[in-house]
């Protein structure tokens, strides 16, 4: 008779051992049978009765001990179990049930080295015998020692690849050793086997979704969504999984029923702030990501992605305050200083912004966005000296870099050195050929060397990419209306 469980997703390995029992034909056959049917019914205590009985007659029959050593190991009473299966072995030392059963008993009183033992006595009498494997399997786990283990599963599931138990705790001691794949190779047998198992479905899910396998984890959510439709760990599982998958719509549809029942899961809100900015719902992305903060007020990530929501929607203070609570928990963080030196200029405070510029170049000296963003607020300023001498050190971590090629054209522009000017403008077209604002600033330095048919092919350039822009537009006008080579308007 094999009892096996379930095992729970948890944070250690569950020993379940495979118990059988050899019948054989013990003096007193209706207290034997009586207790082989009580035990088949899971009505233990009774069996414990029966097979008492049985051995008052047959006090040294082996396979009556054994059962007796069985039933009490079902029912806890370790002690009794150890003695009932010691004296079944020394009356039949060939018995690879008891020795297996023993090897239970010894097992479960934290005898490990003697357990260890009985399973091998076990297997020296049938090698091919499925519970010694796998029960030894399930003891090596649980000593850390998952290369025998590996080998104990797998000559267990070779005799019967369709024990379930064996599949998910061998699935279980792989994802210990970090072999995710292998895992899922076994949980997903397991799956086969029992499709209508939900917790096996879940813990798949999960298992594809740290591998990265969004799409098998999105389909193994689904399944145990199918046979449980209110049950929130796949919601929040599936919708983690579409969002992944980029999916965003779906996603938020699961992760919104994921916060209902999950009320205090910080995952939930985030996760569902991340797939509503996604979609550029940023009033709903913020209240997710508020409900969030509130829940795990330490995360930094939560902060930034709250700031950067009130950011897109034009609540620049409350942003500002966002990102500063970022640079609090997390001063590491380029990406809130940078935030927040950007959230600082949206509200006119130019100086503390400039001052958070500097504050992130010098922290994080290799940052070209930092780099670029101080660039800018000194030209903003202009205060073209300095903001030349960041954007040359932008270009220096970065030679292509359009945005800072471009602006360098424009200040040589300004002092009149149209030969650099047009060399910058070019390089950042090298980059970007579609970078407008160079396309045009390159047709206003040509207009000025008097290159008048260069430079209204550069103002056209920048009508073809976007009809609608201005300053082409102004440019082309103009330039059509006179023959001017003075400078347009960039």
Avoid at 121 to 139: G, P, Q, S
Avoid at 288 to 307: T, V
Wanted: hydrophobic residues 40%; negative net charge.
């Amino acid at each position: 008779m094999t009892k096996h469980s379930l095992m729970v997703w948890c944070g250690c390995l569950l020993l379940l051992t495979s118990t059988v029992i050899a019948v054989a034909q013990p003096a007193e056959q209706d207290d034997f049978h009586r207790g082989i049917s009580l035990y088949e019914q899971d009505k233990l205590t009774e069996a414990k009765v029966a097979f008492q009985a049985a051995l008052e007659v047959t006090p040294e029959d082996p396979v009556v001990l054994t059962w007796c050593g069985t039933v009490a190991l079902q029912l806890d009473e370790i002690t009794a179990a150890i003695d009932y299966l010691e004296q079944a072995i020394k009356l039949s030392p060939d018995s690879q049930v008891a020795h297996n059963n023993l090897g239970n008993a010894y097992a479960a009183a934290g005898r490990l080295e003697e357990a260890e033992s009985e399973y091998r006595a076990a297997l020296e009498i049938a090698d091919e015998y499925f519970d010694a494997h796998y029960n030894l399997a399930n003891l090596k786990a649980r000593q850390g020692d998952y290369v025998t283990a590996y080998n104990e599963y797998t000559r267990a599931l070779a005799i019967n690849p369709n024990d379930i138990d064996a599949h998910i705790n061998f699935g279980y001691a792989l994802q210990q050793t970090g072999e995710s794949a292998k895992a899922i190779r076994e949980y997903t047998a397991a799956s086969q086997i029992d499709p209508t198992n939900v917790e096996i479905l879940t813990t798949l899910g999960s298992l594809c979704l740290q591998s990265r396998q969004n799409q098998q984890a999105a389909d193994a959510y689904q399944a145990a969504l199918e046979l449980q439709p209110d049950l929130s760990a796949a919601q929040l599982g599936r919708g983690t999984a579409l969002y992944n998958l980029g999916e965003y719509g779906a996603a938020a549809n699961h992760l919104q029923q994921a916060t209902a029942a999950l009320t205090d899961s910080f995952v939930a809100f985030y996760n569902l702030g991340l797939a509503l900015a996604a979609q550029n719902k940023f009033t709903e992305a913020e209240a997710a990501y508020k409900r969030a903060s509130d829940i795990q007020p330490d995360n930094a990530n939560c902060w930034n992605n709250l700031g950067w929501a009130r950011f897109q929607q034009g609540e620049y203070t409350e942003a500002a305050q966002a990102f500063q609570q970022v640079t609090s928990l997390n001063p590491d963080s380029e990406v809130a200083h940078v935030n927040l030196a950007r959230a600082l200029s949206q509200v006119g405070q130019t100086q503390p912004a400039l001052q958070q510029w500097q504050l992130a170049t010098r922290q994080f000296p290799g940052s070209v966005v930092a780099h670029l963003g101080l660039a800018n607020a000194y030209y903003n300023q202009n205060n073209h000296n300095e903001a030349l001498a960041e954007y040359l050190r932008v270009l220096k971590l970065d030679d292509k870099n359009a945005e800072a090629h471009n602006n360098v054209g424009l200040i040589f522009l300004d002092r009149g050195n149209l030969t650099e000017a047009i060399s910058h403008f070019q390089k950042a077209l090298e980059t970007d050929p579609d970078y407008i604002y160079a396309v045009n600033n390159l047709g206003a330095a040509l207009q000025q060397q008097g290159k008048i048919q260069e430079a209204k092919a550069q103002y056209q350039r920048a009508l073809e990419i976007d009809p609608d822009y201005g300053p082409a537009k102004q440019n082309l006008e103009q330039l059509e209306g006179s023959s001017s080579t003075e400078r347009a308007p960039i």
